[in-house]
């Protein structure tokens, strides 16, 4: 199967099928996706009937999404990816003046709340209704509420928080990302991965140079050079110890807890955190002492409204000791193309 999108389809136009989705609606898109073979090439501008043949024919090294302004193509395996969890716009048809961009992919929607407050604190950025060039494809079709554009009014740097699903999530961001980039002919600056240290440090960075083994890269300061974007890893791994908390593994949650403690809020909550544990008959889990920490400091939203507010209200030396303790300090200022 091969799908062809761009400008330039007419040097694919011989024996193809030329736009069928014009006049139709969905379920004759998909009559029309359930009766090809396989072997046909498709030229089409339709979203939802690129998803529906991505879908059917993700299997398979030989069905490809040919991109006829550059010549390139994915594998619909990897457009497939690309719509579900990027909502990228495959189409291509990027223009504009390309700015100072980054993109920081982590495990899920509260890590995006603590990044995205971290960025604003220490980094005078802010959310920004502007969109780079570099980052239209995503724009125009994400729900706003799912990812963070933020921008630095005095450079006009921008950076983009996009939470993924889980460690294995963010990998395969960073692959699907990387080859878009060469295939619809555009670039970020930087490229941020940020992982939980599931076993150890080594494994963690293991899983993100597996990904980068598919492209040509080389070591970089504080990262790894693919072209000319910077891809730079955050482990998470700074382990929380308390006696009223079991403790199992580093996630963005420690974080929070030494930044709590570092605030003061751990040792008023003390009190309640030791009676709730004696009232279930067991340690606390991480995110149970989130919850108490979010209701003595008055906030009633949800622990990622919890998590931004919080970060921005902390002291900066107490934040940054934190980032520092956890050895993320550094990567995070390569991200934000911090040069004050």
Do not use: C
């Not at 090294?61 to 690309?82: A, F, M, P, Q, R």
């Not at 960073?174 to 150890?200: C, K, S, T, Y």
């Not at 067991?282 to 400091?297: D, F, G, N, T």
């Amino acid at each position: 199967m091969r799908v062809v999108t761009g400008k330039k389809w007419e040097r694919y136009a011989e024996d193809a099928l030329l736009f069928p989705e014009y006049g139709k609606n969905r379920e004759e898109l998909e009559k029309l996706v359930g009766s090809l073979r396989g072997d046909e090439t498709i030229v089409t501008a339709s979203l939802e009937l690129l998803d529906l043949i991505a879908r059917r024919f993700k299997k398979g090294e030989e069905n490809v999404l040919i991109y006829s302004d550059t010549g390139k193509s994915l594998t619909l395996k990897e457009v497939h990816e690309l719509r579900k969890y990027l909502d990228f716009d495959v189409r291509g048809g990027f223009s504009g003046e390309p700015a100072r961009t980054s993109v920081l992919f982590v495990e899920g929607k509260t890590d995006a709340k603590f990044f995205k407050a971290v960025f604003k604190k220490l980094f005078e950025f802010r959310e920004s209704r502007e969109v780079p060039y570099n980052l239209t494809f995503i724009e125009r079709v994400f729900e706003r509420d799912n990812f963070d554009i933020l921008k630095r009014s005095s450079d006009g740097t921008y950076v983009a928080v996009i939470p993924s699903e889980g460690n294995s999530g963010v990998v395969r961001n960073l692959g699907n990302f990387l080859r878009a980039m060469d295939v619809f002919a555009f670039a970020v600056d930087r490229i941020g991965v940020a992982v939980d240290i599931d076993e150890n440090r080594e494994a963690a960075l293991d899983s993100i140079l597996g990904r980068l083994s598919d492209f040509e890269y080389r070591e970089s300061g504080e990262g790894y050079l693919v072209g000319g974007t910077e891809v730079i890893p955050l482990i998470i791994g700074l382990p929380y110890q308390d006696e009223l908390i079991d403790w199992r593994k580093p996630t963005v949650e420690d974080l929070m807890l030494h930044l709590i403690a570092r605030e003061g809020l751990m040792e008023r909550i003390r009190p309640g955190l030791k009676a709730l544990s004696e009232s279930l008959g067991r340690l606390l889990k991480p995110k149970e002492v989130m919850y108490i920490a979010l209701s003595a400091y008055g906030h009633w939203g949800n622990l990622e409204g919890f998590y931004e507010l919080f970060v921005m209200r902390s002291r900066f030396r107490n934040l940054k000791a934190v980032l520092r303790e956890a050895g993320l300090m550094d990567g995070l200022v390569r991200l934000a193309m911090w040069e004050r």
